[in-house]
């Protein structure tokens, strides 16, 4: 799955680059589509991206044949009556039903689903406790439920065990629609899929991706389709997968070509260190938005796009790829350096999840996996390569280990417990 993630990413704006070099209009900037030349361009910056990746896969293939044997010699002398996953999601699924019940009630999540409230004015509401809640349904949440299906790949099938992971799928995808946005849920249970679907065929990849499709569309209808009036679901969808994905890079490929000058970008690389310390270790002024452009890519991109800074500042984002980024970096050249980046860090992070799923390291695996579909798989379909260093990450993986750790406590406390006789 983790080879269809990328393709994705990938395919999707060249898709939507053709899409408006043939004349369709290009919804995120506002401007009819007319051929810039920029289809070719990307399709190079695929192709080193899908050159770099495949190399450093395969300088590391005989290691993981190694491996692979390794791995079902220990799969094979498993312990056939070993009840940690048993107990694990039991554990799992009683945290994430706190969880709901706290977003529901404490934080009023209830009244999106009612309809009495918005998203924006949930998100709103919840304060101070907003980062810890963001941490929750981006890294903690994916991450145990991730881990937790490690444990079952590696145990016995028994239905009860299929029942559980399967409960806890619901609840996840419950608590991500509390945020009341279509893909919440489904991007929480992610990182689990990479895993479980680590080797997957064309055929069961388009039934994952029917049933993402599905939950999208039923979101649609819950939370949004009043703000399209009666724009075509499904038209709606292609556009946003095609053309919103490659519009704005197909944009700024037509600036470039026309002698247009970029913001100074390296200066947005000092963002990894959190707003609230670019603004006391470097006097960053948050009111003046040019001068906080300056050090933050999306707000360049933003504008560049022609998006108004107060706009911007506002919450409003269109999606630029590392493309783009490589472009306002350094023109032509900086889209190759970005290139050969991207599938360094693409080729890398496959070989380490999968040499940990290899060697049974449950915690690394489900680490990784979450680090690739929270901060690597936005860089690759949004730009911005802080999203792989930013603070936040370092506060929501430590989050990550204390809960899990708290988890694994307890299962070993009840596996342990004497029972009643």
């Keep these: 799955m ?3 993630l990328v393709a994705f990413t990938l395919l999707t704006p060249l898709i939507g680059i053709y899409l408006v070099e043939s004349g369709e209009y290009a919804g995120s900037v506002g401007k009819s589509g007319v051929d810039y030349g920029a289809f070719e361009v990307f399709f190079m910056y695929a192709a080193i991206v899908s050159l770099v990746a495949i190399s450093i896969v395969a300088f590391k293939k005989g290691k993981m044949k190694r491996l692979e044997v390794e791995y079902k010699k220990r799969m094979e002398a498993r312990d056939l009556n070993d009840s940690s996953y048993y107990v694990f999601s039991i554990a799992v699924l009683v945290f994430n039903l706190m969880l709901l019940l706290v977003f529901l009630f404490g934080f009023n999540a209830i009244g999106v689903w009612m309809g009495r409230i918005s ?14 809640a963001f941490n929750l349904t981006k890294i903690t949440i994916p991450a145990i439920f991730a881990y937790s299906t490690v444990l079952y790949m590696q145990s016995v099938k028994k239905k009860t065990y299929t029942y559980l992971w399967l409960a806890n799928i619901f609840l996840i995808l419950i608590l991500g629609s509390v945020w009341g946005f279509k893909t919440t849920g489904m991007m929480m249970l992610m990182p689990a899929f990479v895993l479980l679907f680590w080797k997957v065929s064309v055929k069961i990849m388009l039934k994952i991706a029917a049933a993402f499709f599905a939950v999208i569309y039923i979101s649609f209808q819950a939370f949004d389709v009043d703000e399209v009036g009666d724009v075509d679901p499904f038209t709606l969808l292609f556009h946003r997968l095609t053309i919103y994905q490659g519009d704005v890079s197909w944009l700024l490929w037509g600036k470039y070509m026309q002698g247009d000058e970029f913001h100074d970008y390296f200066p947005t690389l000092l963002a990894g260190i959190g707003d609230t310390a670019l603004v006391k270790l470097f006097d960053v002024d948050k009111e003046n938005l040019v001068e ?5 890519f999306s707000y360049i991109l933003n504008y560049t796009a022609g998006i108004p800074l107060t706009v911007v500042a506002e919450g409003h984002n269109v999606v ?16 190759i350096y970005i290139a050969i980046l991207v599938g360094l860090v693409v080729g890398l992070v496959f070989n380490l999840i999968k040499k940990y799923l290899l060697t049974s ?35 929501g993986y430590i989050l990550t280990l204390a809960v899990l750790d708290m988890l694994l406590m307890s299962v070993k406390y009840l596996q342990n417990k004497p029972r009643l006789t």
């Design 361 to 395: 390291n449950k915690v690394m695996s489900a680490l990784l996996a979450t680090y690739f579909c929270f901060n690597v798989f936005p860089w690759l379909t949004g730009g911005s390569v802080v999203v792989l260093y930013h603070i936040s990450n370092l506060f």
């Design 2 to 4: 983790f080879k269809y």
């Design 292 to 296: 906080w452009m300056g050090y933050h």
């Design 320 to 335: 630029g790829t590392p493309f783009s980024e490589g472009l306002i970096a350094g023109g032509f050249l900086g889209i």
């Design 119 to 132: 998203k924006g004015v949930f998100r709103t509401n919840l304060g101070p406790f907003g980062s810890i």
